[in-house]
């Protein structure tokens, strides 16, 4: 079997896992609705007082709420992808079998977390944000092309997205446990992706510097390009360059992490 | 049992206090971020934004100390060891709400508790005796209302089972909304939270009364004292609700 081949078998297998369940993805379809209408109502208020915050007009705020309540589950924003996993399997030494597979680790993760991923974007995503669309004004794109451009932000989002989580997952090699770093990713995700608000609308030199982290390349960037604020090359740019670094320092930690693994449980 | 096992790591129990201390202050983060652009909310200032966060948090937490373990009652159905629970001399409810009961919710008490501690002498309110003791009234009935919507959520995954995250929406979603001004909703959604399910008493109708504020859709001036009644009905309901879910419980058998 050619090793493309393996990996989109990873990767199916990651979108199967998570479209076993049913119930809770409407669960959180039915979640991601009511935050969505819940921060749609704040922010049109906040920008009823304050127009044009960060660049937004009230059509832009709305259309970047309803892009973070779709990439929430997908961008695994708060934690809760491929790295929990991850994590549960170096302290339960299970991490082992992993390492004598014939594969690639990183790529291995990478790929059954690009299935989950596209599998919470079509079955948690797609929906909140049509219900958006449907019942507020939104500042969508009539051009193919945008949406195009748009897509390959996502993509590159995902990876950017990956590689934290990946980093953060293999702390646990030395950690041994994954709670303290897993409430690490939810407070930094959550704070620094924008999901509070748009990395636009923070005021001074806190507003500058999280629109430089990594976190940026996960809900800014995409939103950016679809409402046509940003080039996409730039866009590009800004998160390929934080995947290519993240992804080589999480092979490098994988390394280091390797030679000097000591499986729990014999 | 539960309090005893986490005592046993008390660093890692330290740890997760504090952690969750900064997971739900990010909340609060986030209205202070916007405060930094704009002087008022839907027209009400940031102190009161705070006081309207301050009860709503406590509230919610008290709620989530006592019945936050809920959301394990549909695991334990999938896995079959909900029935151990039916067999034991203790009242299901009281067993459920105290499965992994977690001690490092304090963290969200003690957050709430923080910014209601800076809001009460910031806000602008001649404090009458009726206005002070509505303070920790909000404050208990608060936390009944938000126990009965847990419990309720809970009887809901007898018939859902897989569904824990619908609750969410409901206790998470619910503390979230009530952190902001009603003047910010529109007013189908208002009459939703106030007549269907009746969050508005939480805080945001007896608040209006102590920051003379209108009440949220023109509510009679006697409806904010009337979140103890409230309260109760909701509790009345929760349990029927909780034992209609009991009763058409079928184990997973085998």
Redesign the interface.
Known sequence: MGSGRLYLAVAAGGFRRYAT?R??T???V??NT??G??LV??Y???WD??PH?GGYDQTQAVTYVWLGQCLYATLAIQGGGAEKDLMQRIRTGEIAVDLYRPADLQLWWLAGDVGRALFQMLGRGVIPFAFGALFFPMALPTDVTRWAAFTVTLLLATLVSFAIRYLAALSVFWLM?G??VN??L??TG??FSGM??PLN???GVLGEIVRVLPWAAQLQMPADVLMGETDPLRAYAFQAAWAVVLLAAGRLVQSAATRRVVVQGG | MWIRSTMAYRA?FV??VF?NL??TG??F??IL??F???????GWSLPEVAFLYGLSATAFGIADLTFGSMDVLGGRMRDGSFDTLLVRPVPVLAQVAADHFALRRLGRITQGVLVLGWALPAVDVDWTAAKVLLVPVMLVCGGVIFCAVFVAGAAFQFL???????Q???TY?GT??LQ??P????KD?LRGVTFVLPLAFVNWVPASYVLERPYPLGLPPWAAFASPLVAAVCCALAGLAWRAGLRSYRSTGS
């Open positions: 369940y119930a809770a409407a669960a959180g039915f979640t009511v935050f209408v819940i109502y704040t049109l208020a906040l007082e304050k915050l446990d709670m303290g409430q690490a939810m407070i959550i704070f509070v608000l609308a923070f005021p | 890692s740890v997760t952690g900064l997971v990010l909340d983060v986030a971020l916007m930094s652009q704009v002087e008022s909310l839907g859902a089972q897989d569904a824990a995250e619908v969410n929406a409901f979603g979230t909304l902001y001004p003047t910010v909703f529109g959604f």
